[in-house]
């Protein structure tokens, strides 16, 4: 299979769960001028009031000024690869069989489809599950 793999920083802030609260931090990286391929937002039920957004990727010394500037973050705890290749019926459960197989934990998984390409982001605990996954995945 032709994968496209690699280790992604994954930026996390905090936000406020209220109309807004996302479009507002949003709004600060376009005008920095972040070309963002993911983001993910959700509250946090052990926050009232509170939300987490999740971006990749965030490059140069413009972009990332202004993420902190708004309470972004490289995720410490979680480690991420980025997988894109052609989609087919079952790619997910396959890509997640094989790290199953090498006894990776998955943090988080996300997957989506764009006509006939799929891109996953797979969030595990470590560098070295990180590094071991992609090993694993290049070759799928």
Same mark, same amino acid.
């Not at 990286?29 to 990727?57: C, H, M, N, W, Y």
């Not at 998955?106 to 891109?119: C, D, E, H, M, N």
């Given at each position: ?45 052990? %926050? ?20 902190? %500037? ?46 006939? %390409? ?14 071991? @996954? ?5 070759? @799928?």
């Amino acid at each position: 299979m032709d994968l496209l793999v690699e280790r992604v920083d994954v930026w996390a802030a905090t936000i406020e769960d209220r109309p807004g609260g996302l479009a507002q931090v949003l709004a600060t990286l376009r005008d920095a001028g972040a070309d963002l391929q993911s983001i993910i937002a959700r509250r946090t039920p052990e %926050q009232p009031g509170k939300g987490v957004v999740f971006v990749t990727p965030l490059q140069g010394d413009r972009e990332i000024r202004a993420a902190a %500037q708004v309470g972004f973050n490289v995720t410490a705890s979680q480690h991420c690869v980025r997988v894109m290749g052609p989609d087919r019926p079952g790619i997910a459960a396959e890509l997640t069989q094989k790290l199953a197989d090498a006894r990776i934990d998955l943090r988080g998984f996300s997957a989506s489809v764009i006509g006939p %390409q799929f891109v996953a982001y797979v969030a595990v605990d470590s560098l070295d599950d990180a590094n071991k @996954a992609i090993e694993i995945l290049q070759k @799928a």
